[in-house]
């Protein structure tokens, strides 16, 4: 919630400044920024591989302040969130964080996003998307309240192999035996902080939630701390690049939130997007439940797969076809990258029944723009198991001192 | 997966005994199923229903005629063996005037008397609005069909309704498409000239609605009412010996005698839900019942929202549950009267009818613009029956009931009804007064049910007389919701059967039927 009214002529800036904004803006060499949520951010602070190998190698701060949070509480908070995604709430322990999806009535997704759980009746969801409609019409006949939270709280992941470290020397003793999915509440010379194991790049990492009134002190703070260990500002491309490494999905790019499609089909549900992990038909009832089972026994009709696409040209928006004449159209790809950690030529692609399974072979229509001559290959490409990149340091307690 | 316990006594348990739920209980009954109806009230009937509201004077409480309940229906069920009889039947409409020159409706000579013209017109637009209504009574008979399935019986209805729309004609085919969004102060200003007669069937069209005659889709609802009293067949506009209770009763009777139980003084706290499948009910008393099938005469808000609960629902679905719009606007006056009122230049005949105070369709959009910020209309439309001149028993030995369906009363005045019901009752015995001069002087007791007040002895969500408007958007295959539309639910065994559900309102029992037909085709 704002705490003070608008200032009268803030509609001649009409992105805000995250509380780290100073310092972004600051260390940024290439004006290249990014409106995200309502908010001016960094696409890319020097260039994409330099702050891409840290993220792999050293340690990276991201300001993910834009990032949409609510603060869900009250007595019928846990029936209520049971009820809302797919996943089931009540075995979320307090102190743990969730990745959760949910759904329309007709079972397709609407966004995804993290629930933290701070007690039996508080909880917090981090979304991509405003979601206060949605979430409210939910409530009704639920005794729950549910708040924004978004500008009361600044967010800072700190993320790479040496992250646990830094984060020590910084000041969060005992950081080391947070375990993944796992929150902690930290004071840092008197400021309030909690951290999570949590992140985007599927890599050893943490995000730290704050007051934006210590969001500069703790940025320089920890940027001594790190320097190091090889401490970098990253911007949104790299994020990007280590997310499709780690087979992250990313909402309006892998898939379109059910609310917002308007063409009939292009809507997506969470079987099609390979999370059915994340769908408990167990649990009590609740959104698109019925819609999702019904598929279920259907059986999807399409799925998003990794892909290993042949050469080293990513495979852009690349069109999918059965066989190398590009007769028979079978999909497309939504994320296409050159891995540089992998040294694989990968992608996230929707591909339709049956050519999804594992090691079926589909062939990828890239096009190539060479000094403004366009070239067309028709490539290979593998259906292969995601992620294509998970270290196994992303999930050790404690992680290597270093 | 069967989720009832192997020991659920009944098939279906049946929320609610009114008509609906009643006609419902009793098609079951007589198709072989085990049906237990829980009735809430210690009578049954719900908004058709008699009862004393003056030491020895009885009355309709909710709705006070008969004339909407199909012929075919009242014979399936062998009402008349069950105990109903009419007091009255093809009962007269007259239009009242304060001038004491009142128009009896639909009588070529009256109208002839008043304008020439009009009267030229009357037969031509009474046989128009007679075959639109035939169109539509194909339609209230049957279940709605769902949109986007690939199913056999969904395409054939809507196939029917196409050729059915073909078949009126060229001519009739362009007339209709082009009035039946319209309001029906156009469509009889446009027809005719007599204030009286405009004004009249400009209240039949807004009758238990929350619309004035300026209201697009009120030649909707005029033409559904004449569909209706259409398909009831010879007996037309009919009271009941007894009241409306009695139709109640003898459906009760004939649900009994087919085998079903009634209980009342049952009120349902909640639906019973396990493994996505409704099955059975828990009472307000803590009694909890087994049934491999609920269905709800509730109206949609109650059964989704109150009785089943959210949890069980999608949000959407809730969203569009929570939308349908159900706030009544009808309230009901009755008066004990010393002896029979005399309305002027209204002869025996006509008193023992319908009495409109309708004057002109200003005057009813005038009533409605009241109701509009959440006032009661000052000068108010009514439908008057006097019913002891057709039926004395309702009353002690030569006194008189007075019914009278007033519009506008809104749900919630600003300040509540606490502080307005003295002046609202002033008001309408104010019109009563105006009509029928010196009536005031009868008056040995009256009662007067607001919106408000017919929620808390019916149930009715908003006190609304059809559970819900009657409106585009709340009708046919989209009544009360996508996604309940067709007497399913989205809860697997779980049913409505009431007004929620097409036809909508009005005494028809047809809903309660097409439910009961529902559940027999589904288990068969």
Redesign the interface.
């Known amino acids: 919630m704002r705490a003070e009214p608008l200032p009268l002529h803030h509609f001649r800036k009409p992105l805000l400044e995250t509380p780290f904004d100073a310092r972004t803006r600051a260390l940024q060499q290439n004006d290249q920024f990014v409106a995200w949520a309502g908010y001016t951010t960094v696409d890319v602070f020097t260039s994409v591989e330099q702050e891409y190998f840290a993220i792999r190698n050293a340690v990276t701060l991201y300001d993910l302040t834009p990032m949409v949070k609510y603060r869900v509480s009250g007595p019928d908070a846990e ?1 209520y969130l049971n ?2 995604v797919t996943r089931d709430v009540r075995r979320l322990k307090v102190g743990r964080v969730s990745y959760v999806v949910w759904c ?2 007709s079972g397709h997704i609407i966004d995804d996003g993290t629930v933290f759980r701070f007690g039996a009746q508080d909880f917090r969801v981090c979304t991509a998307e405003r979601q206060l409609d ?1 979430f409210s ?2 409530a ?3 005794d729950v309240e549910i708040e924004e939270v978004t500008e009361a709280i600044a967010a800072l992941a700190v993320q790479g192999p040496t992250s646990c470290c830094v984060l020590k020397r910084f000041g969060l003793s005992g950081i080391e035996r947070l375990k993944p999915f796992e929150l902690g509440e930290f004071v840092v010379r008197g400021r309030p902080l909690l951290a999570s194991r949590t992140g985007f790049t599927g890599d050893l990492g943490y995000e730290l939630w704050m007051r934006p009134a210590d969001a500069l002190t703790a940025w320089d703070e920890l940027m001594a701390a790190g320097q190091s260990r090889g401490i970098r500002a990253i911007g949104s491309q790299a994020l990007n690049l280590a997310r499709i490494e780690a087979g992250f999905l990313l909402p309006n790019v892998d898939f379109v939130s059910a609310e917002h499609t308007v063409r009939v089909g292009r809507d997506r549900s969470p079987l099609e997007l390979g999370l059915g992990w994340l769908v408990d038909f167990d649990k ?2 609740f ?4 819609a999702l089972l019904a598929e279920r026994q259907r059986g999807p009709r399409r799925q998003l797969v990794g892909l290993d696409v042949g050469g080293n040209k990513p495979a852009h928006h690349a069109l999918l076809y059965a066989d190398a004449g590009g007769r028979r159209e079978v999909g497309s790809v939504t994320s296409a990258a050159w891995s540089p950690t992998c040294k694989r030529n990968i992608a996230l692609a929707m591909v339709e029944a049956p050519c999804f399974a594992p090691g079926h072979a589909v062939w990828a229509d890239i096009y190539l723009n060479r000094e403004l001559v366009w070239e067309r290959r028709m490539v290979r490409a593998q259906v292969v198991e995601r992620p294509f990149f998970a270290p196994e340091r992303r999930r050790l307690t404690p992680p290597a001192d270093r | 997966m069967s989720a009832a316990a192997p020991s659920s006594p009944h098939d279906v348990i049946v929320i609610g005994a009114g008509h609906n739920g009643l006609v419902c209980a009793a098609t079951l009954a007589r198709a072989g199923r085990s049906v237990l109806v829980l009735e809430a009230a210690e009578r049954v009937g719900g908004l058709a229903v008699t009862r004393e509201f003056a030491p020895g004077f009885r009355v309709s409480a909710g709705a006070h005629l008969l004339h909407q309940m199909p012929a075919a229906l009242i014979a399936e069920l062998g009402l008349p063996e069950h105990g109903l009889r009419l007091a009255g039947r093809a009962l007269p409409s007259t239009a009242l005037s304060e001038d004491g020159r009142p128009l009896a409706l639909g009588e070529r000579a009256a109208l002839d008397a008043c304008s020439a013209a009009d009267a030229r017109a009357w037969p031509a637009f009474e046989a128009r609005l007679g075959r639109f209504a035939g169109l539509l009574q194909g339609l209230l008979a049957l279940p709605p069909p769902r949109l986007g399935t690939a199913s056999w019986s969904d395409r054939r209805a809507l196939g029917t309704l196409a050729l059915r729309l073909r078949l009126l004609g060229r001519r009739d085919m362009r007339e209709f498409l082009r009035i039946i969004g319209m309001n029906a102060y156009d469509l009889l200003d446009d027809e005719f000239g007599t204030p009286l007669l405009k004004g009249a069937l400009g209240l039949d069209a807004v009758l238990g609605t929350n619309f004035g005659p300026r209201a697009p889709g009120t030649v909707l609802t005029l033409l559904y009412r004449l569909a209706a009293t259409r398909a009831a067949g010879s007996a037309a506009l009919a009271q009941p010996v007894g009241g409306m209770g009695a139709v109640s009763e003898a459906l009760a009777n004939a649900a009994r005698h087919a085998g079903a139980t009634i209980r009342t003084g049952a009120a349902v706290k909640r639906i019973e ?1 396990s493994n ?1 499948r409704a099955s059975g009910v828990v009472l307000e008393s803590g009694e909890t019942l087994g049934a491999r099938r609920v269905i709800s005469n509730a109206d949609a808000r109650t059964t989704f ?1 109150r009785l089943l ?11 569009r549950v ?1 939308h349908y719009r159900s706030r009544g606007l009808a309230a009901k006056f009755h008066l004990a009267l010393e002896r029979a009122p005399v309305f002027t230049g209204v002869g025996r005949h006509a008193l023992g009818g319908r009495l409109l105070v309708a004057p002109s369709l200003d005057y009813v959009e005038r009533a409605w613009n009241h109701s509009k910020y959440g006032e009661w209309s000052r000068a108010p439309a009514l439908e008057i029956t006097v019913p002891t001149l057709n039926d004395p028993a309702l009353a002690p030995a030569g006194r008189h009931v007075l019914s009278a369906i007033v519009q506008y009363a809104p749900y919630a005045p600003e300040g509540g009804w606490a502080g307005e019901r003295a002046g609202f009752a002033a008001a309408i015995r104010a019109v009563l007064e105006a009509h029928a001069p010196g009536i005031g002087a009868l008056i040995l007791a009256e009662e007067l049910l607001t919106p408000a007040d017919l929620e808390r002895e019916f149930g009715a969500t908003g006190g609304h007389w059809h559970h819900g408007e009657l409106a585009f958007d709340q009708f046919y295959m989209v009544r009360p919701v996508p ?1 309940a539309a067709q007497h399913q639910t ?1 809860v697997a065994g779980l049913y409505l059967c009431g007004a929620s559900c097409h036809p909508g309102g009005g005494v028809m029992g047809i809903a309660g039927r097409n439910a009961a037909r529902r559940v027999l085709a589904e288990a068969a």
């Open positions: 029936r009820r809302l329309n009535d949605w019409d939910s009704l006949g639920f009590p009832h959104n698109g439940r019925r | 839900v996505d929202l609960g959210p949890e069980h629902l999608d949000t959407g679905f809730v969203r929570d996604g989205p």
